[in-house]
Nanobody, 122 residues
């Protein structure tokens, strides 16, 4: 069974940076779209960013454009979310997801990681 494993979360100060990683076991990402979602306490899960593995086409939600960068390493088969200029409102559990199409609809992703906590202090 394919599993996704996130890592790299933690505590950062406002204005700081963190890099999240998403690795898959059991299958490569080469025909997938990899996305990051986040969910803060009391809020709905929201789309953050996505990348088409094969051609690196990306999509970002407006609130992270210019601050976050999604990328992938073909050789290592790992996806990344580089988060710069972090804000307290970025605090959430971040989830990696994989699916067949580039979409902001989380229900269309068929594989999810367990989540990693990101906390940004002011």
């Amino acid at each position: 069974q394919v599993q996704l494993v996130e890592s790299g979360g933690g505590l950062a100060q406002a204005g700081g940076s963190l890099r999240l990683s998403c690795a898959a076991s059991g299958r490569t990402f080469d025909r997938d779209v990899i996305s990051w979602f986040r969910q803060a306490p009391g809020k709905e899960r929201e789309f953050v960013a996505a990348i088409i593995w094969s051609d690196s086409i990306t999509d970002y939600t407006n609130s992270v454009k210019g601050r976050f960068t999604i990328s992938r390493d073909n050789a290592k088969d790992i996806g990344y979310l580089q988060m710069n200029s972090l804000k307290p409102e970025d605090s959430a559990v971040y989830y990696c997801a994989a699916g067949p199409v580039l979409t902001r609809d989380g229900s269309l992703y068929d594989r999810w990681g367990q989540g990693t906590q990101v906390t940004v202090s002011s």
